[in-house]
């Protein structure tokens, strides 16, 4: 069992910038797929990116490549996802995932929710003038 908390949600201008935490408890000494998934409104949870906690490779989904990042610190057991350059089509509630191997580390890019087995709660993202 994983379980996951988010925190690091706000509201900003648009161009701004918020760094989203996800800290991992429980089962943590495996690596995971990790990934960011986000829901706005009245429209399906879509994946924003993924990573596997045991390799430095990163996938993003088309609409936040080159503005998000998402990294991992293996030590403290936290996911994050800095956030650059929002745009008022990014505010939505941010979920943390999480998925034991075998796993795909690509799933979240491509929004593949399904994949993931754990979790959090979600924090909000708000972006306006």
């Known amino acids: 069992q994983v379980q996951l908390v988010e925190s690091g949600g706000g509201s900003v201008q648009p161009g701004g910038s918020l760094r989203l935490s996800c800290t991992a408890s429980?089962?943590?000494?495996?690596?995971?797929?990790m990934g960011w998934f986000r829901q706005a409104p009245g429209k399906e949870r879509e994946g924003v990116a993924g990573i596997y906690t045991g390799s430095r490779l990163t996938y993003y989904a088309y609409s936040v490549k080159g503005r998000f990042t998402i990294s991992r610190d293996n030590a403290q057991n936290i996911l994050y996802l800095q956030m650059n350059s929002l745009e008022p089509e990014d505010p939505a509630m941010y979920y943390c995932?999480?998925?034991?191997?075998?796993?795909?580390?690509?799933?979240?890019?491509?929004?593949?929710?399904?994949?993931?087995?754990?979790w959090g709660q979600g924090t909000q993202v708000t972006v306006s003038s």
């Open positions: 429980g089962n943590t000494r495996s690596n995971y797929c």
């Open positions: 995932a999480a998925d034991p191997p075998p796993c795909m580390p690509t799933a979240a890019a491509h929004g593949a929710r399904h994949e993931y087995r754990y």
